[in-house]
């Protein structure tokens, strides 16, 4: 019913950007928030960053000041400029979004395929 492709990643060096995009399409009626999460091997699948419909947004610890999180309603769009990357955020990068369909009553949390980011030091 709803997709998220997510696209952007790659390898960076230590100290480089990258800007990821998730798209969301199918049978939309309203996105709510919508969120990118990482996932490290090994490690468990964590918040990075979340932004309401109006704009309002929060970050992990780990990535405030280096990485914005920002959205396109006309576009069901949203994305992530990360900035002064470090080894650390390597990870598969997943894009979240709380969905409700035309055909639903209530909203469903769906998630992206994921995509790989790798920084080099």
């Known amino acids: 019913q709803v997709q998220l492709v997510e696209s952007g990643g790659g390898l960076v060096q230590a100290g480089g950007s990258l800007r990821l995009s998730c798209a969301a399409s199918?049978?939309?009626?309203?996105?709510?928030?919508m969120g990118w999460y990482r996932q490290a091997p090994g490690k468990q699948r964590e918040l990075v960053a979340r932004?309401?419909?109006?704009?309002?947004?929060n970050y992990a610890d780990s990535v405030k000041g280096r990485f914005t999180i920002s959205r396109d309603n006309a576009k069901n769009t949203a994305y992530l400029q990360m900035n002064s990357l470090k080894p650390e955020d390597t990870a598969l990068y997943y894009c979240?979004?709380?969905?409700?369909?035309?055909?639903?009553?209530?909203?469903?949390?769906?998630w992206g395929q994921g995509t790989q980011v790798s920084v080099s030091s």
């Open positions: 979240n979004a709380n969905v409700r369909t035309s055909n639903t009553l209530w909203a469903v949390d769906y």
């Open positions: 199918g049978s939309i009626r309203s996105i709510y928030d």
């Open positions: 932004i309401t419909t109006g704009g309002s947004t």
